[in-house]
């Protein structure tokens, strides 16, 4: 549709942040993510908009001339849309699988153009795409070991209070409930980014048409990583579970997470 990939770069990073606002307050009911998550949607939508004005007005081309156009143009309808739907309705959850669905469309749309053009800016988006992969996985372990960290100070915490020991360090380590809600913010942060870092992976392996490994055990134990976690979010959310069991729970989620990072890397056929 145009030449200017970067800014398609650009609106695929906001409409990342804005998501995963929206999964944040679609976990915690957070109404001020919920409010930056609509201002960075709108910024998304302003740069797809002036992408369309460059096509029509300068490139005197309306976006629907390819299939992979289309779905560009697609995504550009889904966030109007979901602007629309938040201003006038009070329906929330929605806008988060809207969008959801439209970040998805937007990635498909940036690796199909990739995989046209491997010449050239096509092999520097698809490197771009795996530096990303790794940043992602990299932020998200670090928002697990935060929260793994916080569950630590939980349980010393909670044993002191039970065993009336340690008086004069209790009120540093912070109250129970301030604890476990850091925690869980953690995990809710860590999550989408891990999850997103292991499609850009999987998309990565794809575009470069390198062999890739299902069973290979990196590949294996960090969706067991994300599956451990999500349902550490479902204990939470659905189940009812809080306090000393979630933290001892969070506890050995992080040991996984520690023996994928360190043992299946060394195992891995298709990681180094």
Same mark, same amino acid.
């Given at each position: ?117 491997? $010449? *050239?800016?096509?092999?520097? &988006? #698809?490197?771009? !795409? ?5 940043? %992602?996985? /990299?932020?998200?372990? @670090? ?76 590949? $294996? *134990?960090?969706?067991?990583? &994300? #599956?451990?976690? !999500? ?5 939470? %959310?659905? /189940?009812?579970?809080? @306090? ?29």
């Amino acid at each position: 549709m145009f030449e200017l990939k970067w800014l398609s770069e650009i609106i695929l990073l906001i409409y990342g942040c804005s998501l995963l606002g929206y999964f944040i307050d679609f976990i915690q009911n957070n109404q001020k993510a919920n409010r930056i998550a609509f201002w960075l949607l709108s910024m998304v939508w302003s740069i797809q908009t002036t992408a369309f004005a460059i096509s029509i007005f300068y490139e005197k081309s309306f976006p629907v001339a390819t299939l992979v156009d289309s779905f560009f143009l697609f995504s550009w309808i889904l966030v109007t849309l979901s602007l629309i739907i938040q201003r006038l309705f009070a329906v929330d959850f929605i806008i988060f699988f809207i969008n959801l669905f439209g970040f998805f469309l937007l990635l498909f749309y940036l690796v199909t153009e990739a995989q046209n053009q491997m $010449a *050239g800016n096509g092999i520097e &988006l #698809v490197h771009e !795409i795996l530096i990303t992969h790794i940043v %992602l996985a /990299v932020l998200s372990y @670090g928002f697990f070991t935060v929260s793994c960290i916080f569950s630590f100070m939980y349980v010393i915490q909670y044993r002191f209070l039970k065993e009336k020991k340690g008086l004069k360090w209790m009120w540093r380590f912070g109250d129970l409930k301030r604890l476990d809600t850091y925690s869980f913010t953690s995990v809710t942060l860590g999550v989408p980014l891990l999850l997103i870092s292991i499609i850009l992976g999987v998309v990565w392996a794809h575009v470069t048409g390198s062999e890739f490994y299902w069973v290979d055990m990196k590949t $294996a *134990g960090s969706i067991l990583v &994300l #599956v451990v976690y !999500i349902i550490y979010l479902l204990l939470k %959310l659905m /189940v009812g579970y809080q @306090g000393k069991v979630l933290a001892v729970y969070n506890t050995a989620a992080f040991l996984i997470l520690l023996v994928n990072f360190f043992l299946f890397s060394v195992l891995s056929n298709f990681h180094f």
